[in-house]
């Protein structure tokens, strides 16, 4: 994938849901990386490196990771859950759009 590619499916799935109120997103040579934010302080943080396959979302509350997903070359595709978002469970391979649809779904069953 190059970074026009993320950055247009990016763009997509974050159009396909209601969560975000503003996009904030820069790409330069491989690297694209921005915020998506759902209120001020609460936002999607998320980072896409062509090289290196690198691909990193992470939910941020005052400045806390909340949940994540990630793809690197040291963990692989892991998860970083609501309940415990330092540690790193294994997953599958995911789309942008499979990780922001997971992203609302872990958000609507949220307290």
Do not use: C
Request: glycine share 4%; charged share 25%; aromatic share 10%.
């Amino acid at each position: 994938m190059d970074t026009k590619t993320f950055s247009s499916e990016l763009l997509s799935a974050l159009a396909s849901t209601n969560l975000f109120q503003q996009v904030s997103l820069s790409a330069e040579g491989p690297i694209a990386d921005g915020r998506a934010y759902i209120s001020e302080d609460k936002f999607l943080n998320f980072y896409f490196n062509a090289e290196t396959g690198t691909l990193a979302f992470a939910l941020i509350d005052k400045e806390m990771r909340l949940w994540g997903v990630d793809r690197d070359n040291l963990r692989g595709w892991h998860l970083h859950p609501f309940e415990d978002p330092d540690s790193h469970i294994v997953v599958e391979p995911m789309t942008i759009s499979e990780i922001i649809a997971r992203l609302s779904d872990a958000l609507s069953s949220q307290p």
